[in-house]
């Protein structure tokens, strides 16, 4: 079956962020037949708290594709409504919520997922920021045929891409999105060849990435200045790793290291925009006061001199 084959199948695509959004317009512009879209419902985002759709929602809507923002597929109705579409087969990018079997037995060629790991590192929801974290030199894409287990779906192909120091989670998931786009479409090119030659994942090496809360995106200044300067390239430019100064909720978006084998009280804030950690210390480059705007490091203790000698925490 070749991607002109395709045209009369029906497509249901599940994805909620930028990065499935790269799929979305994709399948769009190969003028698949994509005959709905699952997101995340709208909910409140920035500082006003304003209630805001996924971008893939505003796509689909724009290209007049009908959109479902089902809370969960406990339900029998959302399970025959979803069967009711008609689906040949159904691809998910990034969704965030669960897919029980009873949904994955209804599109006959099933469920396909463009994951942002090389499986089995990095199941679960948050591959691109754990790689980061980690200090991983590589990460990928992999495609597979999904079953109710959390990643561990058959591997239909599986491409990679280097980690650079200075990368972060936003300009990693740009690279990521336009890989795995590019790999949907070579899998739909040949889709029965390429789910017939799919294969099992290897146990060895299974890892997962957690769900990302607030508290995690929090900078623990006991680290080390290497790994205080991966978590905030992880988390940048969103969530954003964080901090306190004097109750006040600093967004850290970027930072270099200043020194590496220093060791001073962690967190104390020091000439030039610097912050001691557990070993070494880091030049703050650019960060965010809650309620403020952006602005780089050298300007944020400019107007605050008062602030070198306390202590982040």
């Keep these: ?64 594709i009908p959109v479902y923002c089902p809370k969960n597929f406990k339900s029998q109705e959302e399970i025959e409504f979803f069967r009711s579409l008609k689906p040949d087969l159904a691809i998910v990018s990034s969704y965030g919520l669960i897919i029980p079997q009873s949904l994955l037995d209804v599109p006959p060629r099933g469920f396909i997922n463009i994951h942002a790991s090389l499986l089995p590192r990095w199941r679960g929801a948050s591959p691109i920021q754990s790689s980061i974290l980690a200090g991983d030199r590589e990460t990928g894409i992999s495609i597979m045929k999904m079953d109710a287990g959390i990643d561990t779906g058959n591997i239909i192909s599986m491409k990679s891409i280097k980690i650079l120091p200075e990368t972060t989670y936003g300009e990693l998931s740009r690279q990521l999105g ?69 109750d006040v909720r600093l967004k850290i978006l970027d930072a270099n290291i200043y020194e590496i084998n220093s060791r001073q009280q962690s967190g104390l804030i020091l000439e030039n925009a610097v912050v001691a950690c557990g070993i070494g210390s880091l030049k703050l480059l650019e960060l965010q006061p809650s309620g403020k705007n952006k602005m780089s490091g050298d300007d944020f203790i400019r107007g605050r001199q008062q602030l070198i000698g306390c202590v982040m925490k």
């Design 1 to 64: 079956m070749t991607i002109s084959a395709m045209n009369n199948k029906s497509i249901i695509f599940m994805g909620t962020s930028d990065f499935s959004l790269k799929s979305l317009v994709a399948l769009h512009e190969a003028r698949l037949n994509v005959a709905g879209v699952y997101t995340q419902a709208p909910k409140p985002s920035g500082r006003k708290y304003k209630i805001q759709k996924s971008v893939v929602h505003r796509f689909a809507e724009e290209k007049n």
């Design 178 to 246: 336009d890989l795995g786009a590019t790999m949907l479409l070579e899998t739909l090119d040949d889709l029965e060849a390429n789910l017939a030659k799919s294969q099992k994942q290897p146990e060895e090496g299974a890892v997962y990435a957690p769900k990302i809360s607030g508290d995690s995106c929090r900078i623990n200044w006991n680290d080390s200045a290497e790994n205080i300067l991966r978590h905030i390239k992880a988390f940048s430019p969103t969530p954003a790793a964080w901090t306190e100064i004097k």
